[in-house]
T-cell receptor
Framework: DVKVTQSSRYLVKRTGEKVFLECVQD?????MFWYRQDPGLGLRLIYF???????EKGDIPEGYSVSREKKERFSLILESASTNQTSMYLC?????????????FGDGTRLSIL | AQRVTQPEKLLSVFKGAPVELKCNYS??????LFWYVQYSRQRLQLLLR??SRESIKGFTADLNKGETSFHLKKPFAQEEDSAMYYC?????????????FGQGTILTVHP
């Protein structure tokens, strides 16, 4: 069974801090994703990566960056946290076999920026 | 660009009643469509996908290309069906499996 692990379940940071959210998957998946989940807005794609050191912007990349140095790990970075980045963040992975294969999600990190 | 719309934020039914969660999409090509579910305090998980044409936990969904819809249906709702439901689409081609989600529908099944 695919396991996607996010390093923190809850995180509280201050405005202006640099914040790292970590995600690890154990299925050798090529594709990894970061979403944020907000009530009434659904899930919105921030960034995704289709290979080591490869990344592409999603729909809402502003204020975020990512790092994929190893295939199993995909990090989301908030360069200078702001209160409007308070949200639930979900990581997902997906194998490159076919587009109709599902993504597998982590438990999420609930991030609060004070 | 593709878009997924779930017109109902909240849906309440009584146990044993039929339930239908609506999903409409816009995409010029042939999409892959999914329903994901998130139960309270659990991770988001796949419920079903249109290509499998399967029934999971009594739920079915039929892709209607003419109406660009992928509504989720269950004839007799159960209390354990209470959850957040998301409809999602993957565009064809080299989309790397990127999902476009709808806004989500919170389903509450009352006893």
């Amino acid at each position: 069974d695919v396991k996607v692990t996010q390093s923190s379940r809850y995180l509280v940071k201050r405005t202006g801090e640099k914040v790292f959210l970590e995600c690890v998957q154990d299925m050798d998946h090529e594709n990894m994703f970061w979403y944020r989940q907000d009530p009434g807005l659904g899930l919105r794609l921030i960034y995704f990566s289709y290979d080591v050191k490869m990344k592409e912007k999603g729909d809402i990349p502003e204020g975020y960056s990512v790092s994929r140095e190893k295939k199993e790990r995909f990090s989301l970075i908030l360069e200078s946290a702001s209160t409007n980045q308070t949200s639930m963040y979900l990581c997902a992975s997906h194998g490159r076999t076919a587009s109709n294969q599902p993504q597998h999600f982590g438990d999420g990190t609930r991030l609060s920026i004070l | 660009a593709q878009r997924v719309t779930q017109p109902e934020k909240l849906l309440s039914v009584f146990k044993g009643a039929p339930v239908e969660l609506k999903c409409n999409y816009s995409y010029s090509g042939s999409p892959e469509l999914f329903w994901y579910v998130q139960y309270s305090r659990q991770r988001l998980q796949l419920l079903l996908r249109h290509i499998s044409r399967e029934s999971i936990k009594g739920f079915t969904a039929d892709l209607n290309k003419g109406e660009t819809s992928f509504h989720l249906k269950k004839p007799f709702a159960q209390e354990e069906d209470s959850a957040m439901y998301y409809c999602a689409l993957v565009a064809g081609g080299t989309s790397y499996g990127k999902l476009t989600f709808g806004q989500g529908t919170i389903l509450t099944v009352h006893p």
